[in-house]
DNA sequence: AATCTCTCCAACCGCATGAAG
DNA sequence: TCTTCATGCGGTTGGAGAGAT
């Protein structure tokens, strides 16, 4: 390498920096959904992000890709990054690759947080374990000792990459909610929480319009009512509407741990503001000041209707993106904030 | 209740590597 | 062969959340 050295990868005055948005990984999941990912440096700028190419590839491998195993280590596979991590030292990727669905950066960050730590505490006790120790400090690789090994049971190699699991049993964020409300959260464990999904569906003038959204997904649209209630729908990278877009700002859940649903920076105040209005109600107060007296609340087969792999097509065949946006709705989203007005910043439910 | 400290992990940075011109 | 570019890799960091004081 020589020369005047390596242009910078991008301007970093020119992108956006930090925890990725909801709606950011929204347009990158679509994005690669329809057009893959041949040149991350180009990425960005057709998928419309204010991000550089390395990010969105960092964040797509780590964290949004649909293959990811989520969940906790399981002993096996932390006995497992133990033998080859002294097999192969710090050879993160290399070690990855023997773990499908998990990553460099998180088997790294299990051993350094959680496998090192345990493997001094180990040794502190006794000298049997000096070999392993001598692996934990020594960042070389061994080339004496064969990895023997096995991949983890329950890998999900050969499996959906995303387990979705239905609600029965948890509290939750919905603990009172209303059966009558056309919400219908489910969870799934990540690695470090646990995550709502939440579903909604209006029914007006034959047309569905649904939402979904969790942490990671956010995506809505609209299908003709003729057709199935049960079809499925992939991500609409250009979804439309503004409509939805002001939905966004009413979030109406917030569990715990997770990010707010939108929180570009344009959104951030008005998120953290609207991001406590109790669950559901503000979808069966929108739909009575819609007149709505046809809209059917009707019960969703969470496990057809969810996308269960980011990268299954499954679109209604009149499936629209752009529909335009009833005025009706817009007049009702207006009653609807003198209704329920951003709650102060210091309010809780 | 307020403050401090620790833990964890997503994201960033810089270097290495290989391909292309 | 040299330079430039794109991507991969491993080390490090920043900040949110949890626990301790």
Redesign the pocket.
């Known amino acids: ?9 991008c301007d ?1 005055s020119q ?6 948005s909801p709606s950011e990984d929204l347009r990158l999941i679509s994005f690669i959904q329809k057009h893959g ?7 960005p700028k057709q998928a419309g992000l204010l ?5 969105c ?3 797509w ?3 949004l890709r649909p293959d990811l195993k989520r969940g ?1 280590f399981t002993k096996e596979e932390e006995d497992s990054i133990i033998k080859l991590h002294e097999a ?10 023997q773990f499908p669905g998990r ?4 088997i ?3 051993w ?3 496998l090192r ?1 345990r493997l001094v505490s180990k040794n502190s006790c006794g000298d049997d374990q000096s070999k392993e120790l001598s692996s934990i400090t020594s ?1 070389s690789s061994s080339s004496s000792s064969s990895a023997s090994f096995q991949r983890s049971s329950g890998n999900p190699s050969e499996g959906a990459a995303v387990e979705f699991e239905h609600q029965s049993g948890h509290e939750s964020t919905m603990a009172n909610k209303d059966p009558n409300e056309m919400n219908y959260p489910i969870r799934r464990q ?4 646990l995550i709502n999904i939440h579903l909604w569906k209006v029914k007006f003038q034959r047309r569905w319009y649904f939402k979904a959204s969790d942490s990671l997904f956010d995506f809505t649209g609209a299908y003709e009512t003729q057709i199935s209630d049960k079809a499925e729908f992939e991500i609409p990278f250009e979804s439309d509407c503004d409509f939805w877009n002001m939905l966004d700002g009413l979030v109406p859940f917030q569990s ?4 707010t649903l939108l929180q570009d920076d344009d959104q951030a105040n008005q998120s953290s503001n609207l991001g406590l209005v109790e669950s559901g109600k503000w979808l069966s107060y929108l739909e009575s000041e819609l007149g709505l007296e046809q809209t059917t609340k009707t019960e969703i087969n969470d496990q057809d209707f969810l996308m269960k792999d980011a990268t299954e097509k499954l679109v209604p065949e009149n499936y629209c993106d752009k529909l335009p946006r009833p005025a009706e709705i817009d007049q009702g989203m207006d009653r609807y904030f003198e209704m329920w007005p951003p709650l102060p910043d210091n309010s809780v439910i």
Do not use: F, Q
Not at 1 to 9: E, F, L, Q, T
Not at 103 to 106: A, F, L
Not at 256 to 259: A, I, K, S, V
């Open positions: 390498m020589g020369g005047k050295g390596r242009a910078p990868c970093k992108v956006k920096r930090g925890p990725w990912h041949d040149n991350w440096r180009a990425l991000r550089c190419g390395k990010s590839r960092l964040r491998i780590n964290y906790n192969w030292g710090n050879k993160w990727s290399k070690i990855a690759s990553t460099d950066n998180e790294k960050n299990v350094n947080t959680h730590k960042t990540s690695k470090r929480n715990n741990h997770e990010p």
